[in-house]
């Protein structure tokens, strides 16, 4: 098995404020799920990164910048041209808030719906209010559903508590899933009770009480980083790439105010809880004197990243940076493409 170098700090990519009723935590998500390290990209002969060209289907004939727009297919197969304006126009309204509209319990969610895992953790001041929801939706069974607007995208999302933490999947939509009627899968039918034993002594001569988790190892993106060392150490078809251009980051600031006691009784739980630290002076009055105000929004964090900082992680980082900013033709970047790019993008 090849050694893998030190993974690179996980930086958070994304802020924002779960909300409830009257309840507001700030969060920050973490992406869960690496891409895999199996990922390749198109070079020449000599292994120099490949640009993408976009040209017309009917003319072959190179595009600028400028002459490349949006169209929509309709189903009769017409293309419908979209401007940039119109564009904007359609984009849901940009919101640092997760807004949980409906509790249900976990078995509600088909497996089928949920496409990508994040980890939250609690944001500023918010430390207190993020454990006391983990620990009661996890003690109660229950999920939380939502809408998210993330890089211009709106996203249904679920909220999971699992282990004293919060996670985050993002949902297909309902209409996005077949059935098994769309694929047309035949109507059950009763077997033969001998060929049901048979298949039952199969599955039992594979059966384990656990689950190994090494057994889920991608052994085909082994197979490619131990060629990949074993050529690199031999000096063979190894091509240097150009470095990026440093950038200047942006400082970030913001200020949020914690509600721990207005959770407890959102929640449900006793008048009598503790109440959290008192706010700041210049801090909205308290819940008990105000009608229905909300909560205090966190300013929105810079994201911005130097290329220096980028440098440091791998090329499957900084893929899955970009594919969650949704750059365009990152799946043919080199690393050092895609350390422009985000630094510019940012």
Known sequence: MAEHAPAAAVRSFWSGTLTFGLVSIPVDFYAAARPRRKSMKLVDAEGHPLGRQYTREDEGKP??????IRGFETEDGKMIVVTEQELESAAPETSRDIDLYRFVPMEQIPPSYFVRPYFLTPGNRSAKAYTLLAQTMERTGKVGI?????????????????????????LRYYDELRTPQDVGLPAATAAPK??????????DGHMAHKLALHELEDQEAEALQELAESKRKKHTDVIALAEAEDEEPEEASGEVVDLVQLLRRSLGGSAAAPAAKAAPAHAPSPPSARTHAPAAKPARPSRRSTA?????????ELYEMATQRDLSGRSNMSKAQLVKALASAD
């Open 146 to 170: 939502g809408r998210l607007v993330m890089r211009g995208h709106e996203y249904l999302v679920a909220i999971i508590a699992e282990g004293g933490a919060l996670r985050a999947e993002t």
């Open 194 to 203: 001998k060929t049901v034993q048979a298949f039952e002594k199969a599955i």
């Open 63 to 68: 595009l600028a910048g400028d002459d490349i």
């Open 308 to 316: 220096s900082d980028l440098e440091g992680k791998t090329r499957e």
